[in-house]
């Protein structure tokens, strides 16, 4: 709901606040303002002119030369390119030293060898959006009525000296969807009275009941329908005011009826609509449910097909009207229209819903009523649009109305004590402040031994049950003034567990090394539901999917993310590195609810690394991603319980995948995507993992402990190994990690040789060792003993001999 400051001023004294204060206090009192526009923001120097002459540029077959007085001694010359400008206008002009909005300054120039001194407008040059514009003005300058003043400010003849709030409102505050509504809102949080617009009726002797009948024969979806008849109207632009209101508002202008029909939609939140009295073929109007196949053209000049679910206003043989959403086109107002045929109804919330989504149709009118309308403003709304038409329009209005009327209106009556409105909020309120607040918000409250019976207006239609007055009680006090205080339980309130830490902490650590977090769909097809599968089960299937594609449960996250990757890659970003952290769903037995398991898997491809100053590239590789499992598994404090072994797998690269252990349980495996798939996907080299991460979150993790600086030197030895081909490095590893003993510190693989120089069947592994004691300076004999040690147990355990 957007706002106008200037607007709600009339029906509420606001000298004493700012737009700004006012928008907070309203957000504080739980209605979003989302934003404060200022509309003359960064907009200076345009007054009105007059055009006094215009006559074609010498030099520019599309170019003007104008005359303009702009209030000053001489007139200045202006060229325009506008094509319908002309001599005897009125026009919005800025002059030179003006700034438009973007900051652009309006300087004195030569136009084709022709003096400018100004520019000559459009409204959407000075910040107007093109959708707001009325359709006379949408192509060319805008030509302001004859009465306008030259030389005044035209921003302020505009009322662009205002500032828009653009509310937040939640479904259940309608009420807020009018600025009478949203006037009452801002008394209540205020303490001020509200001015309810003056209506004073103006009728002719003539009768609108011997003009018009009105049957509703679908009294359930329509139990109230008022209509009034005004004659002799001459249709024409609405006043700048009443235009510039609508814009603000986001509804576009277009005659002095139509604008004032939207005009008490805004102001009451009571949508109405005027038939064309000559073009309704009949004096009579039937409300009634449409007919299956039922066409209608509806003023956006679009056919649409009824049934049976549809209410519709009638002439009594064709449709002339969608209830509560859009008039019809057979008769709509136009410029030759005298007579008018005025309506306001109640209709059912859930039938306008029920019309509006099948059609594909929303209105500013459906809005409303779908959420709710006041059915006490469906009279005064008519009244006051009668009011207007007579008085801007020139109309006649015919004495009375004609209604249809079986609507019960029954306010909501509420009781609630003192007492649970203190223990709710945790409040020591009295009696006298509950009740200044019921008044402040203009409800009816009577009191008894602090017993509050409350009579609720029906324009807060959401105010159902005691909870819902506490909740007004509490908004009004002041949300920031409720006392803090934590819930009374065993276990310390709002502490995450060291489940819910260690899960933040992967995703902390994963951001951190360069991955994006990806959330995808759980539901996948029969297809893709069982590739990659950590534990491989039958794949359960939904009883009513939405397509074939999303019709089973995921047992596994990277099919997911490899078509994050490809929809990635086949839009040039070919630099893609996503993890998720998500669930998996295993079957039980039959009429069993599936095991849901938490996994954590990524995806990564394209470079790395990229240093183009330095010239230096780096793909990602296996062991990019191992480096970033690894580091994530020690900061988890279980590097020491992780191993890796060589697997194979569907869909993985052969001799590029891994099997994840941790204390000798498959948690996981990561790996290359297959050529194959690669190629099937257009993917480049892609490599991914897929651990299952509540049995790492859940280990045991090795306490911390810190160890000194070393102060003395340690000893490296370098050896190369030969070994059979299907031996391991990680196999070698183990076994010098066991026989090195407390002096051996570190082992790490630094060459891998197969050359033509190896014999069949064997290969060279090069591992780098080293040796040292915290509290002593090691002698060469206590490192050879130890290495020795370590190349018998090599030589016996896995038949390794040092390389010659």
Known sequence: MYVSYKWLQDYIDLTDITPEELAEKITKSGIEVDVVKALNEGVSGLVVGHVLQCEPHPNADKLNKCQVHIGEEEPVQIICGAPNVAKGQKVIVAKAGAILPGNFKIKRTKLRGEESNGMICSLQEIGVEGKLVPKEFADGIFVFPDDAQVGVDAMSLLNRDDHVLELDLTPNRSDCLSMLGVAYEVAAILGKNVKIPEVNKQESSEIAADYIRVNVEASEDNPLYVAKVIKNVKIGSSP????????????????????????????????????DYERLGS?????????NGEVIKTLDDVERTLTNDHLVITNGTEPVAIAGVMGGANSEVQQETTTILLESAYFKGVTVRKASRDLGLRSEASARFEKGVDPNRVRPAIERAAQLIAQYANGEVLAGTVEADCLKIQNAVITITLEKINRVLGTQLTVNEVKNIFAKLQFEAV?????FTVTVPTRRGDITIEEDLIEEVARLYGYDLLPVTLPIGSSIPGKLSMYQKKRRAVRRYLEGAGLYQAVTYSLTSKQMATQYALELRQPIQLSMPMSEEQSYLRLSIVPQLLEVLKYNLARNNDRVAVYELGSVFLSNEDNQLPEEREHLAGAVTGLWESHPWQGEKKLVDFFVLKGILQVLFAKLGLGNKIEYKQSEMDGLHPGRTASIYLSGKNIGFIGQVHPTVQKEMDLKDTYVFEIAIKDVLEAEAAPLQYELIPKYPSITRDIALVVNYDRTAAELVQVIENAGGKLLKDVNVFDLYEGEHMESGKKSIALSLKYFAPERTLTDEEVTKVHNKVLEALQEKTGAVLRS
């Open 447 to 451: 009191v008894e031994n602090e017993t």
């Open 283 to 291: 004096e009579e109007i039937v409300v009634r449910r449409g007919k």
């Open 240 to 275: 700048l005011w009443m235009q510039a209101r609508l814009a603000a508002a986001g509804i576009r202008p277009h005659n002095n009826v139509v604008d004032i029909t939207n005009y008490v939609l805004l102001e009451y939140g009571q949508p109405l609509h005027a038939f």
